[in-house]
């Protein structure tokens, strides 16, 4: 969707750190998401965050919210080959719509 | 665990020929949706149906329609398709209410010749 960008790839060496980044556009966002997709399979959430949060963490995943901004970013840590995917970014505006990125492909090299 | 279940996988249609694309869930959600997928273009929304008995017009409805047949199915109809509905087609449930995972089926990878 428009309203959510993100770059398009990625490609970072295995066992760094990747960050994907994404702006959105509109501030009455509630929640924001990252989906992953891998080859050929839908799309599997990876972690959310409620708007009124600066950082989320959960295991290798960091997620920091700058509402000021409206920038969102998804670190990686110790990045694996298993996470070569599609990462999209997507908005909640309102309680059952999602608005989502164009995706960035993360490619992830020995 | 089936969560969200769409057929078929693949399909080619010819310009003007009409198909539906079947979508269910086992997980009892409120919501259901039918996405596109372009290259570059990420997810856009076709229809939704935020509760039983219930459709609206995402982004991009022009060529299809919906039918929520009951609180497990979710239907989207072609009726004359077109080579710009080439695309890969995702149906997604939610619960209900922001912050509620979106559980995605499989994909349907639609080609109009």
């Known amino acids: 969707g428009e309203d959510v960008e993100q770059s398009l790839f990625l490609s970072v060496r295995e066992g760094d750190s990747s960050v994907i980044n994404c702006t959105y556009t509109d501030s009455s966002s509630t929640y924001l998401y990252w989906y992953k997709q891998e080859p050929g399979a839908g799309l599997q959430l990876l972690t959310y965050i409620f708007s009124n949060m600066d950082m989320k963490q959960d295991q290798r995943l960091t997620v920091l919210l700058n509402k000021k901004d409206k920038h969102l970013s998804l670190r990686i840590a110790d990045t694996q080959t298993g996470d070569s995917a599609i990462y999209f970014c997507?908005?909640?505006?309102?309680?059952?719509?999602?608005?989502f990125g164009a995706g960035t492909t993360v490619t992830v090299r020995a | 665990n089936a969560g969200v279940t769409q057929t078929p996988k693949f399909q080619v249609l010819k310009t003007g020929q009409s198909m539906t694309l079947q979508c269910a869930q086992d997980m009892n959600h409120n919501s259901m949706y039918w996405y596109r997928q372009d290259p570059g273009m990420g997810l856009r929304l076709i229809y939704y149906s935020a509760s039983e008995g219930t459709t609206d017009k995402g982004e991009v409805p022009n060529g299809y329609n919906v039918s929520r047949l009951n609180k497990r199915e979710f239907s989207l109809r072609l009726e004359s398709a077109a080579p710009s509905q080439t695309s890969v087609y995702f149906c997604?449930?939610?619960?209900?209410?922001?912050?509620?995972?979106?559980?995605f089926g499989q994909g349907t990878r639609l080609t109009v010749v």
């Open positions: 997604a449930s939610t619960e209900s209410g922001g912050g509620t995972e979106a559980f």
């Open positions: 997507a908005e909640s505006i309102y309680d059952y719509k999602l608005s």
